[in-house]
């Protein structure tokens, strides 16, 4: 069993900053891919970003490349989503989900282990 845990979320004004974090524990082992997806009110959830643990290799949706950053500790079981220049569209509950590496990391089918999410509101 794995488990999936978020924290960091909060309220911010336009142009902050935020950092989120992701620490998975328990049987982790061949799950190398770590994502990020987030979903606004009313809406469906989508892809932010991933890393590889194994490669530490960074993908990202255009709707955030460039403001935000994704990196891992050197145990590569805590995850990090550094958000710059936030901006009111960025207001959603973020999750932190792990799997096993596939060819499209924003495919969320692929993802195991999900956790339950942090909420992240940005104001004008």
């Known amino acids: 069993q794995v488990q999936v845990v978020e924290s960091g979320g909060g309220s911010a004004q336009a142009g902050e900053s935020l950092v989120l974090s992701c620490a998975a524990s328990?049987?982790?082992?061949?799950?190398?891919?770590m994502g990020w997806f987030r979903q606004a009110p009313g809406k469906e959830r989508t892809w932010v970003g991933a890393?590889?643990?194994?490669?530490?290799?960074?993908y990202y949706a255009d709707s955030v490349k460039g403001r935000f950053t994704i990196s891992s500790d050197d145990g590569k079981n805590t995850v990090y989503l550094r958000m710059n220049s936030l901006e009111p569209e960025d207001t959603a509950v973020y999750y932190c989900?792990?799997?096993?590496?596939?060819?499209?990391?924003?495919?969320?089918?692929?993802?195991?282990?999900w956790g339950r999410g942090t909420q992240v509101t940005v104001s004008s």
């Open positions: 890393i590889s643990r194994d490669s530490d290799r960074t």
């Open positions: 989900a792990c799997g096993k590496s596939v060819y499209d990391p924003s495919n969320e089918s692929d993802y195991i282990y």
């Open positions: 328990g049987r982790t082992s061949g799950l190398y891919r």
